[in-house]
C-alpha cells in the first residue's frame, strides 16, 4: 500500500521523474529531519516544517497522537500554536507521512477512499495544500482544535484565525468547496467528483497586508502548478549545487539536511530586521533573532548554493552597524531585544568573500568594503588596550560577562580569573590578549586588501599580521595560547580551540603546525571520537556538558580540519571529517543537527536544527578529498 501510495501521490503532484542524477534531487532525501510533533499544548514545539522566510510552520504528527492533517501552523513569533490542525479530513485516518526537501506529504483514509496531501511554501507568507483523491468521492475538512485564543471569521472561501497581537492566518479554499460557519470553526465541504484541489494556507500580520494577499493568494490557486513547479526547481537546484556524485550516500544525506537546517531558519524580515536572515535556530524561541558571528557563518556555508540570501544575511546585521564602526551581538524583530554590550569575532569579511569566490560579484564587494574596513579599525581604537596592536575581547558596558559573549565562547576556561580593563568612555578590554581575535583579524586584513585591489581602492591599513603567530605561539608547550597583559606577559596555559584558529586563518608557520600536532593528534587531548573539542579532553576542568568547557561544536571541528587542509595534511583533514560523517549521533538518518554534541560519543545536545553546525557540515562536504 506505500508503494502505491507514493506512486499515485507522485503523478497527482506532477512530480519529476528521476533521471539518473544520483541523489540531485529531492526525491532521493524521504524523511530528511524527524519533525513529528503533535500539539498538546499552546507553546510546546520543537523543529518544524518552514520555508522561504516564512513565520508560520508545521510539524507530522506522532504516531501516538495522530493528526488528519499537517499540525498547525505554528507562529514562530508569538510561540503559539494557531490549531491542532488546521485543515483535517474528518474521518480521515493517517497511513503514512514524510518530509522531503521543502515538501511534507501525507497519505490518509476515508471510508475505504485514500486521500494524499503534500505541503510546500510558496513565498513567505503562504504555502500551498494540494489534496488528491484518487476515488473522487465527496469529503469534508474542518479546524482540529482551533486555539482559545483565537477568532474565527468567514467570508465566502476564506477562513480567517486571528489574532496574535494583529497577527493572522487566513485559508482560501477553491471555488468549487462550499464553506460554512460552526461553531469557533468551519467546515469546507468538497463535492463529488473533485479529484485534486489546493489551498492557500497565508500568515499575514496587519489588515493591509490581508487585503493584499486576498489578491495574491486567488492568482496562485487560479494555476497552483507554477508555484508548485519553482519550488521543486529551486529545490532541486540547491542540491544540484551541493550534492557531489564522488561523496558516500550517507554523507549526501548530511549535506542535504545541512541546507534543509539552514533554509527553515531563513526568516523574512519584519519588525526591527530590516533585511531576510537565518536564525539560529526557529526550535527555540530565544534565538529567534540574528547573531553577529553566527550570520558569518551561515553566509559561508549558504555561498555555494544560495548566494543572494547570504548578501542579505550579512546586511541584516550591518543595518545596526554603529557611528564608530561597532557590529552589535544579536538583534531581534522586536529592537529593544538588540544587544549593544558586545561585538562578535570579525567574519564578516570572510563571509563576504566566500560570497565574491562563488559569484564573483564586485558590486556587493563594493557595498560592504567601506562597512567592512569601519569595523576593522573599531577593533584596533576599542579593543586594544595598551595600543601594542595586539587586540582584546571587550565590552560596552565593562562587564566580563558581555566580554565571554563577546568572543563568542561564553563559559570559556581560558576566561576564568580574567579581569576587565577600561580604555575609554564604552570601552573596556579583557585583561588578555587573545589569539583567536588576532588571528581572525589578520585574516580579515588580507581579504581587505584583496578587495581594495578589485575595487581599485588605495589601501594604506598598517600591518600587524607578522606581529600575531610569534607572539601568541608558546615553544614550551608547541601550541597557542592567549596571553595576559601581565609584566611577564604570560601564556593562558588552557589548550583549546582558540588555538586551531591561526591554522584556519592560515597565518602560523609550517614549523609551528609541526609542533601544534603533538598536541592535535594526541587521542586523549583533540584527536577524539569526534575530533577538536573546545577543551583539550584531559584538562581537568573538561566538562563533556560544559557548553564552551568541553563539548563539540562543529564550527571549532570545522576549523581544525581546515587547518590541516592548509598545511598540506588533506588525507588527514579527510580522516578527520569522516569522524565528524560518520560518529555524530543520527546524524545521517532523521535527527535533528545540534547545537553541540559530545566529544567521546557524538550525542546531541543543547539547541536542535542549529544553523552554524548545519553550514560547517556543509562547508566540511564542500572541502572533502580537496
Not at 510546546?44 to 499540525?71: H, I, V, Y
Not at 549535506?255 to 534543509?260: E, P, T
Not at 544587544?339 to 559569484?359: C, F, G, M, Q
Request: charged share 25%.
Amino acid at each position: 500500500m506505500k508503494t502505491k501510495s507514493i506512486a499515485i501521490l507522485t503523478m497527482g503532484l506532477a512530480m519529476l521523474s528521476m533521471d539518473g542524477m544520483a541523489q540531485t534531487t529531492r526525491q532521493e532525501y524521504k524523511d530528511i529531519l524527524d519533525i513529528q510533533l503533535t500539539p498538546g499544548a499552546p507553546r510546546r514545539q520543537n523543529g518544524c516544517f518552514t520555508d522561504m522566510g516564512s513565520w508560520m510552520g508545521f510539524t507530522l504528527s506522532e504516531k501516538e497522537k495522530p493528526a488528519a492533517g499537517f499540525c498547525g501552523p505554528f507562529s514562530i513569533y508569538y510561540r503559539n500554536w494557531y490549531a491542532r490542525s488546521l485543515v483535517s479530513l474528518i474521518d480521515g485516518t493517517v497511513q503514512e507521512q514524510s518530509y522531503y526537501p521543502g515538501e511534507i506529504r501525507m497519505s490518509l483514509k476515508k471510508d475505504g477512499a485514500d486521500f494524499y496531501e503534500s505541503l510546500q511554501f510558496v513565498d513567505a507568507r503562504t504555502a500551498l495544500l494540494t489534496v488528491t483523491n484518487p476515488s473522487k468521492v465527496p469529503f469534508t475538512f474542518t479546524a482540529d482544535s482551533i486555539s482559545t485564543r483565537a477568532n474565527v471569521s468567514r467570508c465566502k472561501n476564506r477562513v480567517t484565525i486571528g489574532d496574535f497581537y494583529g497577527e493572522r492566518v487566513i485559508i482560501d479554499f477553491p471555488q468549487e468547496v462550499k464553506v460554512t460557519d460552526t461553531d469557533h470553526n468551519y467546515l469546507a465541504a468538497v463535492p463529488r467528483g473533485v479529484e485534486q484541489l489546493t489551498i492557500a494556507i497565508s500568515l499575514v500580520e496587519q489588515d493591509t497586508e490581508a487585503s493584499v494577499q486576498h489578491v495574491h493568494t486567488a492568482s496562485l490557486l487560479a494555476n497552483p502548478k507554477v508555484a508548485l513547479d519553482e519550488n521543486e526547481k529551486r529545490w532541486n537546484g540547491y542540491l544540484k549545487k551541493v550534492i557531489r556524485d564522488d561523496m558516500p550516500a550517507e554523507y549526501n544525506r548530511v549535506a542535504a539536511k545541512s541546507i534543509v537546517t539552514l533554509l527553515s531558519n531563513w526568516r523574512a524580515k519584519r519588525g526591527a530586521l530590516y533585511h531576510d536572515g537565518i536564525v539560529p535556530s526557529h526550535a527555540v524561541g530565544y534565538f529567534v533573532g540574528c547573531w553577529a558571528w553566527d550570520c558569518w557563518r551561515f553566509s559561508a556555508g549558504m555561498a555555494s548554493f544560495f548566494p543572494e540570501l547570504a548578501k542579505d544575511n550579512i546586511r541584516v546585521m550591518f543595518d545596526y552597524q554603529q557611528p564608530d564602526g561597532m557590529i552589535i551581538d544579536c538583534i531581534y524583530p522586536d529592537a529593544s531585544e538588540n544587544n549593544y554590550r558586545d561585538s562578535k569575532p570579525p567574519l564578516a569579511a570572510w563571509a563576504v568573500n566566500e560570497i565574491y569566490e562563488h559569484t564573483q560579484d564586485l558590486a556587493f564587494v563594493k557595498e560592504m568594503y567601506p562597512k567592512l574596513l569601519k569595523y576593522h579599525k573599531w577593533w584596533y581604537e576599542k579593543r586594544d588596550h595598551d595600543k601594542n596592536h595586539i587586540c582584546e575581547f571587550g565590552s560596552v558596558d565593562g562587564t566580563l560577562e558581555a566580554a565571554a559573549w563577546e568572543s563568542g565562547m561564553d563559559n570559556a576556561i581560558r576566561f576564568d580569573g580574567t579581569k576587565m580593563l577600561q580604555n575609554g568612555k564604552d570601552a573596556w578590554s579583557t585583561d588578555q590578549e587573545s589569539v583567536d581575535l588576532n588571528a581572525y583579524l589578520s585574516l580579515e586584513y588580507t581579504l581587505l586588501k584583496k578587495f581594495a585591489g578589485l575595487l581599485g581602492e588605495t589601501f594604506d591599513l598598517p600591518d600587524y599580521r607578522g606581529l600575531v603567530a610569534d607572539y601568541f605561539f608558546d615553544q614550551k608547550d608547541g601550541f597557542f595560547y592567549d596571553r595576559r597583559l601581565d609584566a611577564g606577559r604570560s601564556f593562558v596555559r588552557e589548550a583549546g580551540c582558540e588555538g586551531y584558529i591561526p591554522f584556519w586563518a592560515n597565518i602560523a608557520t609550517p614549523k609551528q603546525f609541526a609542533k601544534a600536532r603533538k598536541l592535535l593528534d594526541n587521542k586523549k587531548k583533540f584527536s577524539t571520537f569526534i575530533p577538536f573539542p573546545t577543551i583539550a579532553a584531559d584538562n581537568p576542568k573538561y566538562n563533556p556538558q560544559g557548553y564552551w568547557r568541553g563539548p563539540i561544536w562543529l564550527d571549532q571541528t570545522y576549523y581544525g580540519i581546515k587547518g590541516y587542509r592548509n598545511y598540506g595534511e588533506k588525507k588527514k583533514a579527510d580522516a578527520y571529517t569522516d569522524q565528524v560523517f560518520r560518529n555524530l549521533q543520527g546524524i545521517s538518518a532523521g535527527t535533528p543537527i545540534y547545537e553541540n554534541y559530545d566529544t567521546h560519543t557524538g550525542k546531541p545536545m543543547q539547541a536542535s536544527h542549529f544553523s552554524w553546525s548545519a553550514a560547517c557540515l556543509i562547508m566540511m562536504y564542500n572541502d572533502y578529498g580537496k
